[in-house]
């Protein structure tokens, strides 16, 4: 029978999970947001915003059906359990690595980054943490809670040295996160393209996961976040940043913090199914 496009899938993913180079997968979890709710939804309407965009891209000059994905869909949550949800989207992850493909999420709040990076720095424990967001993430914990969307980038050092996380854009948090960052990672307030390009040389083959909070761009891009912070970059600079990266060793990448139902126009979930396919295009 002749394929039929389905909503439910990322573009043109029609690879078996045998074939593919790349998974996609959703962790639809807002469990902890601490503002504005509905991230949630973001995987299923990025999905859906999908088929509004070319295969082919005028960035890249390469074409999507030309990439080997599959869409996965999305890991099913115990909603009100933190932990077991996370334990899930861990083990979904865990598989894809152990099966010698790129882990490609989609989420949810930016919390759901913390078990795909755990399960990619147990095969790559030199594992390289490239951060874009308007957010440190940097707290111990948010209101007494470890597990926040706000501690998101903290766990990760749980199991990665704080030297290996690079931040860009960011220009929101407490002078707790700043100082920390400052003294044991490597922070670069409100930029982006610029100090990544020379940075990209330096870290020649070494595994490099990826994690795009949509909030990086300014609200006028993506309004549709549950904490928009105004003074970002352009989804244009984004979109240069992926293609600045496209020769590096990239064993994991997400999108995240994209909430729907907070942009009527749904010019963010055409932005994070845009960036989605330019990923695809550089690092599958």
């Not at 993506?222 to 970002?232: N, Q, R, V, Y």
Request: with cysteine; aromatic share 8%; hydrophobic share 40%.
């Amino acid at each position: 029978m002749e394929h039929l496009d389905r909503l439910d899938r990322f573009m043109s993913a029609q690879a078996s999970y045998a074939d593919a180079r790349a998974v996609l997968f959703g962790i639809p979890m807002d469990f902890t947001t601490s503002y504005r709710p509905g991230t949630r939804f973001g995987p299923g309407r990025i999905r859906e915003a999908s088929y509004g965009i070319e295969d082919w891209s005028f960035h890249q000059l390469a074409d999507l059906h030309d990439k080997a994905y599959h869409d996965l869909g999305d890991v099913p949550m115990v909603y009100g359990d933190v932990v077991r949800s996370l334990e899930r989207a861990k083990s979904v992850a865990c598989q894809i690595v152990a099966d010698g493909k790129i882990p490609f999420m989609m989420g949810g709040e930016h919390l759901v980054t913390v078990p795909v990076v755990h399960a990619v720095a147990e095969k790559y424990p030199d594992l390289v943490l490239l951060q874009f967001d308007a957010h440190a993430d940097l707290r111990s914990d948010y209101t007494g809670n470890p597990l926040s969307h706000a501690t998101a980038m903290r766990r990760c050092l749980d199991v990665l040295p704080p030297r290996n996380l690079y931040q860009f854009g960011i220009r929101s948090g407490t002078k707790e996160e700043y100082q920390y960052s400052r003294e044991h990672c490597h922070l670069y307030p409100h930029e982006v393209l610029a100090p990544l390009k020379k940075l990209v040389p330096s870290l020649g083959q070494r595994p490099v996961y990826i994690t795009i909070d949509i909030d990086v761009h300014d609200p006028a891009y993506a309004p549709g976040t549950g904490t928009p912070e105004p003074g970002g970059i352009s989804s244009r600079e984004m979109i240069e940043a992926i293609s600045a990266m496209a020769g590096l060793n990239v064993v994991g990448f997400d999108v995240v913090e994209v909430a729907p139902n907070l942009d009527e126009t749904d010019r963010t979930v055409v932005l994070g199914a845009l960036l989605i396919r330019e990923a695809l295009l550089a690092f599958a």
